[in-house]
């Protein structure tokens, strides 16, 4: 099974993995507002985030950008929603990329790859 967001396959030329971060409530303690008593606030359910960690690998240094390009062009203001498939086919809909971000250095060897992260959020509206 292929992974993918918006029917593209961005992720596919190395390896990587999907993660959820944290879910539940967002809380804030009574003191955050200036307040004295032990008493919490929940302002709502935290947005969903899926967390994709991984390489991209070419066999050329264009070939490695067009795999970059291909993934930061789904980068959108606004942000654009789609559905996001992990590896095990379980499906996300409704995600938004929010944040893509690179590793330090390109690796060249036999073949050209970089470590990334890419951040999906479903943006509660």
Known sequence: ?????????????G?????????GHLLIPDLEF???????????VLE?????????VSSSSSGLWALRDAITDQITDPPSKGALIDLSGRSYEGMSFV????GPRVD??????????ARFRRLLE
Do not use: C, W
Request: glycine residues 10%.
């Open 99 to 102: 944040r893509y971000d690179e």
């Open 1 to 13: 099974m292929a992974s993918s967001f918006k029917s593209l396959n961005l992720f596919g030329s």
């Open 108 to 117: 060249r060897g036999r073949a050209h790859s970089i470590a990334y992260v």
């Open 15 to 23: 390896p990587h993995r999907f993660a959820r971060s944290r879910q």
């Open 48 to 56: 969903l985030e899926v967390v994709v960690r991984g390489r991209l």
């Open 34 to 44: 200036g307040g004295y008593t032990p008493k919490t606030y929940a302002l709502g």
